[in-house]
C-alpha cells in the first residue's frame, strides 16, 4: 500500500473522529442572537429581532425566571410563540434566544416500565434518560407504498373485541364515548392483555388525581413493565398537551422501527384536538366548525397517520375519543371516524346496567376484520351479530308481550341464550381472555343458537 494512500486514510479518520468535536466547537463558537419579548397576550408570547423556525424553540426571560416557549407562527419579523409552561414572572422586555437544536425526545428500550413528561423527563423518580438516543418529535410516516399490510390478527385480551371487533396487527382504531362510560378502563385492560410486544400510552388532559390510580390500580405492575407512559394533565400548557401526543408516537416509532409490534393508546384524542385548538386561536386563526380552527383538521391526519404498519414491525393506534355531549356525529369524532380503520362504541346505557366493558358491539365497526379473521370465525361472529340485531328490533315487542315464540327464529335464539349471551360479553377488568380460548367460547356460544347462521 502506498504511503500516499496511507496519509489519506489515516486524514479520513481523523476527520471522522473529530467531525462531532468540531461540529460543537462550532456551534459553541457562534454569537448569541438575543431578541426580547414584545408583547404577552392570552396564551402567546410575541418576540421581536430574532431569527427561529416554526417549531423550534426558544427561551424566554433571564436568569430570574426563564421558561422556555415553541415558535408556532411568523409574521415578518415577529414570532409568536407558546410557552411550555406558565407564563407567571414573565415581563415584555425579557429576553428571548434561539435553543439551536432540533425537536426531540429519549427513545427505545430505555423507556421500557418509565413514567415521563411531554418533554421526555422522568417523572417516577428512575433515573434520567440522558444516555437514550433520541427521535425527532415531528417526524413523517413511512411511504405507503412500503408500509406492510394488516393482515394478522393481533390479540387484546378482551373477549368483545378479539371476536367481534377484531383487531389486525398495525390496524388504527378508535374507542368512542361520552365522560365515564369506562374507556381508561377499556385501555388499562388492553394493555395488560394485548400480544403486542410493547404498550405506549399517552394521557393527555387527564385529571391528576386519576394519573396515579390509573398506574396502580388499573394498569398495574406487569402493565407497566412491558409499556411507556407519556403524562400531560389537564393543567398543563395546551403546547405540553400536544407535545405528549407527539412524544408517545416518536417513541412508538422507535420500537417500530426496532421491528417490534407495538400498541400505541392515546386518552384523548379529543383532548389533543382541543389543546390544538387553544393554540390556533391564541396565534389569530380563525374559528371554523364548533369553534375549532381548521390547524386542528390538518393535525389530525398528520397524527394518526404515523401510526400503522411500517417496512419493519408495527403500531396499532387505539385512540378514545370523548364525544361532546354523546352526539357521535360532532366534528372531532366525525373526522376521526373517517380517518381510523374501525370504531367501538361504548354504551353509557350499558354502563348505568353495570356491564362492563360497556361496548356497543352492534355500532361498533372493524374496517380489517375480513382479512385477519378465518372463515369459520367469520360465520360464528356475523352470526352472534345476526341474534343481537333481531333481539334488539323486537325487544319492545318482547318487553310488552306482544312477541309469539316461533315467529322468528333468530330472536327465538337470542330470548333463550340472552344470559348466555351477556356473560360472553362482560368480563371483569382484571380477567383477560387469550384470542383462542375467546374464538373457543363463542363457538359454542353459536352451536347453541340451533339453524342459524
Given at each position: ?16 473522529i473529530?467531525a ?26 410575541e418576540?421581536?429581532?430574532?431569527e427561529?423556525?416554526v ?5 424566554l ?14 409574521e415578518?419579523s ?29 427513545v ?18 428512575g ?8 427521535g ?13 399490510r ?11 373485541l ?7 396487527r ?36 387527564e385529571?391528576g ?20 407512559v ?20 416518536t417513541?412508538?416509532?422507535?420500537f ?47 397524527l394518526l ?31 376521526a ?19 362492563f366493558?360497556?361496548i ?19 360465520s ?44 360472553f ?5 382484571h ?23
Amino acid at each position: 500500500m502506498s504511503a500516499q494512500l496511507v496519509s489519506h486514510r489515516l486524514a479520513a479518520g481523523v476527520r471522522e473522529i473529530l467531525a462531532p468535536q468540531v461540529a460543537r466547537a462550532v456551534e459553541a463558537a457562534r454569537p448569541e442572537v438575543r431578541g426580547r419579548v414584545s408583547g404577552i397576550v392570552g396564551l402567546s408570547v410575541e418576540v421581536s429581532g430574532l431569527e427561529a423556525a416554526v417549531g423550534e424553540t426558544v427561551r424566554l426571560g433571564d436568569e430570574r425566571y426563564s421558561i422556555p416557549a415553541e415558535v408556532v407562527a411568523a409574521e415578518g419579523s415577529r414570532l409568536r410563540c407558546l410557552p411550555l409552561g406558565h407564563l407567571t414572572g414573565l415581563a415584555a422586555g425579557a429576553p428571548a434566544v434561539a435553543v439551536r437544536r432540533p425537536s426531540d425526545v429519549p427513545v427505545g428500550p430505555a423507556l421500557l416500565g418509565r413514567v415521563v413528561d411531554a418533554l421526555g423527563n422522568p417523572l417516577d423518580g428512575g433515573p434520567p434518560l440522558h444516555t437514550a438516543p433520541r427521535g425527532p418529535l415531528h417526524a413523517t410516516p413511512p411511504p405507503a407504498m412500503t408500509r406492510g399490510r394488516v393482515d394478522a390478527p393481533l390479540s387484546l385480551g378482551v373477549r368483545a373485541l378479539d371476536t367481534l371487533v377484531p383487531a389486525g396487527r398495525g390496524q388504527r382504531f378508535g374507542i368512542f364515548a361520552g365522560s365515564g362510560v369506562g374507556k381508561s378502563s377499556l385501555l388499562s385492560m388492553i394493555a395488560r392483555g394485548t400480544s403486542a410486544d410493547v404498550s405506549v400510552l399517552a394521557l393527555v388532559g387527564e385529571r391528576g388525581r386519576e394519573v396515579r390510580e390509573f398506574l396502580e390500580d388499573d394498569l398495574g405492575p406487569e402493565g407497566l413493565a412491558r409499556s411507556v407512559v407519556v403524562i400531560a394533565t389537564s393543567d398543563e400548557a395546551p403546547v405540553l398537551r400536544l407535545r405528549a401526543s407527539l412524544t408517545a408516537t416518536t417513541v412508538a416509532e422507535s420500537f417500530r422501527d426496532m421491528g417490534a409490534d407495538c400498541v400505541l393508546m392515546m386518552d384523548s384524542l379529543t383532548r389533543v384536538a382541543m389543546a390544538q385548538r387553544e393554540i390556533g386561536l391564541s396565534v389569530g386563526e380563525p374559528p371554523a366548525t364548533r369553534g375549532y380552527p381548521p390547524s386542528v383538521f390538518a393535525l389530525m391526519p398528520r397524527l394518526l397517520e404515523r401510526a400503522g404498519p411500517g417496512v419493519t414491525g408495527s403500531i396499532t393506534g387505539i385512540y378514545t375519543v370523548l364525544v361532546d355531549g354523546d352526539d357521535h356525529n360532532e366534528p372531532i369524532a366525525d373526522n376521526a371516524r373517517s380517518i381510523l380503520d374501525g370504531h367501538v362504541v361504548l354504551d353509557r346505557r350499558l354502563a348505568t346496567a353495570g356491564h362492563f366493558p360497556t361496548i356497543d358491539v352492534l355500532e361498533s365497526v372493524s374496517r380489517v376484520a375480513g382479512r385477519v379473521t378465518t372463515p369459520e370465525q367469520k360465520s360464528a361472529a356475523t352470526a352472534l351479530r345476526r341474534v343481537m340485531a333481531a333481539h334488539r328490533d323486537a325487544k319492545e315487542l318482547i318487553d310488552v308481550g306482544a312477541y309469539q315464540p316461533g315467529a322468528n327464529p333468530e330472536v327465538d335464539a337470542a330470548v333463550a341464550q340472552l344470559p348466555a349471551i351477556n356473560a360472553f360479553l362482560r368480563q371483569d377488568i382484571h380477567d383477560i381472555t387469550p384470542a383462542p380460548q375467546a374464538w373457543a367460547q363463542l363457538q359454542q356460544l353459536v352451536s347453541t343458537f340451533g339453524g342459524v347462521r
